[in-house]
């Protein structure tokens, strides 16, 4: 059973303003999220067979990394 500060938090959280502020936290976040990971393999200099690996593997390693961990969290909080 829900008290009253429940309900009341969870219409707060409902709040077409609250809601929106949250997408634009969402979208700042993936934004930084790529802006760091664009530059991740500036900062790593890796060298395979005397040639100098290009940053889309880095990249592409980071989203998934990133991705595997986001569902398996999510997963977990459904539970």
């Known amino acids: 059973m829900r008290t009253n500060n429940q ?7 409902q709040n077409p303003l609250v809601l ?3 997408v634009v936290a969402l979208l700042a976040a993936i ?3 790529k802006t760091w990971f664009d530059l991740a393999p500036k900062a790593a ?3 395979i067979n005397s040639e ?7 990249v ?4 998934a990394v990133t991705l ?6 999510l997963a977990l909080a459904l539970m």
């Open 60 to 63: 592409i390693g980071l989203w």
């Open 52 to 58: 100098r690996m290009g940053p889309m593997p880095i």
């Open 20 to 22: 929106l502020i949250y």
């Open 68 to 73: 595997v961990v986001s569902v398996m969290i």
């Open 7 to 13: 309900a009341n938090f969870i219409g707060f959280l």
């Open 31 to 33: 934004l930084h999220t």
């Open 45 to 47: 200099n890796i060298v």
